[in-house]
């Protein structure tokens, strides 16, 4: 499996500022992925990041509130720009394993928007 | 309709007894179906992964999977208090880029 580390692993911020998150996996993987699990909720994918091209979304989500970077096979961030209450949540790192079959996860980042 | 689609619960059992977990997909042709336990204030963790039908064993747990009925489940037998969490049930569509579809999860409590 891989070793995902992801930073901050909770933030409280002010409302109308932005947070990066960033997401280190130990090995080198085609593609990343970035999940919002908000309160009592499950997982929502908000998109997929590809080194060297640009993020693919999906729907609901748009790159000008989520900026993603894939600078290179094994680190990616995800910003959540101009932040309102309604963007607390959990924000999930996530890889495929060997094979592309099962996800591993990162411990997440816990983010309180006031 | 969701895609994937399980009871959210909450799910209470004695512990000793079996905790059974259901979710239902619709995509007919996923082939790749995967139970997380997530406990609260963590990150989801694997399981139980299954690929064919049938039952697959993994100590405690045994996941099942019926393509026909497109009904995958999750049995832990002999419920320990540490089970109580929530499973996450997750399934890879055809045609996607190889990420998960979630449920909504189900809340199990094991009472001891």
């Known amino acids: 499996s891989a070793v995902i580390s992801q930073k901050p692993s909770r933030d409280i911020c002010q409302r109308g500022t932005s947070l990066t998150i960033q997401c280190q996996v130990d090995s080198q993987v085609t593609m990343m992925f970035w999940y919002r699990q908000q309160p009592g909720q499950s997982l929502t994918l908000i998109a997929t990041?590809?080194?060297?091209?640009?993020?693919?979304?999906e729907s609901g989500f748009v790159i000008d509130k989520f900026p993603i970077s894939r600078p290179n096979l094994t680190f990616s961030t995800l910003t959540v720009s101009n932040m309102s209450p309604e963007d607390s949540s959990i924000y999930l790192c996530?890889?495929?394993?060997?094979?592309?079959?099962?996800?591993?996860f990162g411990q997440g980042t816990r983010l309180t928007v006031v | 309709q969701k895609e994937v689609e399980q009871n959210s619960g909450p799910l209470s059992v004695p512990e000793g007894a079996i905790a059974s977990l259901n979710c239902t997909y619709s995509?007919?042709?996923?082939?790749?179906f995967f139970w997380y336990r997530q406990y609260s204030g963590k990150s989801p963790e694997l399981i139980m992964s299954?690929?064919?039908?049938g039952d697959k064993e993994d100590g405690r747990f045994t996941a099942q999977l019926n393509k026909a009925s497109q009904y995958v489940s999750l049995l832990i037998r002999d419920s320990q208090p540490s089970d109580s969490a929530t499973y996450l049930c997750a399934v890879i569509s055809s045609g996607s880029a190889r990420q998960l579809t979630f449920g909504s999860g189900t809340q199990l409590t094991v009472l001891p």
């Open positions: 299954i690929y064919s039908n």
């Open positions: 995509d007919r042709v996923s082939q790749s």
């Open positions: 990041a590809n080194q060297g091209s640009e993020a693919t979304y």
């Open positions: 996530s890889v495929n394993g060997v094979g592309n079959t099962e996800a591993f």
